[in-house]
């Protein structure tokens, strides 16, 4: 993943902006002679086109993790506890949990939310309920993340933790061979979402999604659970000022973009639609203004 998710929620502006300017370039002084349709088009120069100045004002968030409930453990309940992992992932890396033992059904595990961060996280190793901070300045919208949840077995086995050049990460293995899976959620929140829910700084909203325990299937046999729900923080931080340029030069960076353009092209590409997100009501999930 990349964190190019917030330049594509403007390229298509930007994209418009662009087309505009070269548009009105032509047009001064004489009229534009009409174009020979036999020829290729000329390749659009972006020289010219001040990137630098290119700047806004953002608001800015963070998603902190707060608590998972077990509505129905994995397996016949009488038969043993479940010993759940929670893993985040976001466009700039993961972070996971520590094992967490003796969860059975009904039981809710509560986090730290000041050491649970989701979104935005800062740099380097942590580990979900322990060290994972936010950073002072947040996200800008839209955000996006995932959480999964593991029940952990006795294994022999292996697997890898990729950290390459994510910006957060943690050594703990999430899913080793023979772990069961419990459940997972793709939160997709957009612009004008969050500053409907979230006017003002300071505002707060908690929302509680119910976790699919299907793995790529829309239907699967759960009919001695697992059934898990998740529970996660938004807050709206202050706002900060964006710029163009340095969004565009790492997203060039991550996917080999020969120009700004090709960039904005690419993320015009991979722009899709909002996951729907199952969300339980709460008594606590209208904004808290501070």
């Given at each position: 993943?990349?964190?190019?998710?917030?330049?594509?929620?403007?390229?298509?502006?930007?994209?418009?902006?662009?087309?505009?300017?070269?548009?009105?370039?032509?047009?001064?002084?004489?009229?534009?002679?009409?174009?020979?349709?036999?020829?290729?088009?000329?390749?659009?120069?972006?020289?010219?086109?001040?990137?630098?100045?290119?700047?806004?004002?953002?608001?800015?968030?963070?998603?902190?993790?707060?608590?998972?409930?077990?509505?129905?453990?994995?397996?016949?309940?009488?038969?043993?506890?479940?010993?759940?992992?929670?893993?985040?992932?976001?466009?700039?890396?993961?972070?996971?949990?520590?094992?967490?033992?003796?969860?059975?059904?009904?039981?809710?595990?509560?986090?730290?939310?000041?050491?649970?961060?989701?979104?935005?996280?800062?740099?380097?190793?942590?580990?979900?309920?322990?060290?994972?901070?936010?950073?002072?300045?947040?996200?800008?919208?839209?955000?996006?993340?995932?959480?999964?949840?593991?029940?952990?077995?006795?294994?022999?086995?292996?697997?890898?933790?990729?950290?390459?050049?994510?910006?957060?990460?943690?050594?703990?293995?999430?899913?080793?061979?023979?772990?069961?899976?419990?459940?997972?959620?793709?939160?997709?929140?957009?612009?004008?979402?969050?500053?409907?829910?979230?006017?003002?700084v300071g505002d707060q909203?908690?929302?509680?999604?119910?976790?699919?325990?299907?793995?790529?299937?829309?239907?699967?046999?759960?009919?001695?659970?697992?059934?898990?729900?998740?529970?996660?923080?938004?807050?709206?931080?202050?706002?900060?000022?964006?710029?163009l340029h340095g969004v565009?030069?790492?997203a060039m960076r991550k996917?080999?973009?020969?120009?700004?353009?090709?960039?904005?092209?690419?993320?015009?590409?991979?722009?899709?639609?909002?996951?729907?997100?199952?969300?339980?009501?709460?008594?606590?999930?209208?904004?808290?203004?501070?």
């Amino acid at each position: 993943m990349t964190t190019s998710k917030h330049f594509m929620a403007v390229c298509v502006g930007l994209a418009a902006w662009s087309w505009f300017t070269v548009g009105a370039n032509g047009q001064e002084g004489q009229p534009t002679p009409p174009q020979d349709t036999s020829r290729p088009a000329a390749v659009v120069s972006t020289s010219d086109i001040p990137w630098h100045d290119l700047t806004w004002v953002e608001r800015r968030y963070k998603v902190e993790a707060m608590r998972f409930k077990a509505r129905d453990e994995s397996g016949i309940d009488w038969w043993g506890s479940d010993e759940v992992m929670v893993g985040t992932f976001d466009a700039k890396g993961h972070t996971t949990s520590s094992e967490i033992d003796d969860i059975d059904s009904g039981n809710t595990h509560h986090f730290d939310p000041v050491k649970s961060c989701i979104l935005a996280v800062r740099p380097g190793e942590v580990v979900l309920g322990k060290t994972s901070l936010c950073t002072d300045v947040g996200e800008p919208a839209p955000l996006n993340f995932q959480v999964e949840l593991w029940e952990k077995d006795i294994s022999f086995g292996f697997c890898s933790t990729l950290i390459g050049s994510e910006h957060h990460f943690t050594r703990h293995c999430l899913q080793d061979s023979n772990d069961d899976f419990l459940g997972h959620a793709q939160m997709d929140l957009s612009i004008q979402e969050l500053e409907t829910a979230l006017p003002q700084v300071g505002d707060q909203r908690i929302e509680t999604v119910v976790l699919n325990p299907c793995r790529g299937a829309d239907v699967c046999d759960v009919t001695y659970g697992p059934d898990y729900s998740f529970t996660y923080r938004i807050t709206r931080l202050p706002d900060a000022q964006g710029g163009l340029h340095g969004v565009l030069d790492e997203a060039m960076r991550k996917i080999g973009a020969r120009s700004e353009l090709e960039a904005i092209a690419a993320g015009l590409r991979a722009l899709r639609a909002p996951s729907p997100r199952k969300v339980e009501s709460e008594a606590d999930a209208a904004p808290l203004k501070h």
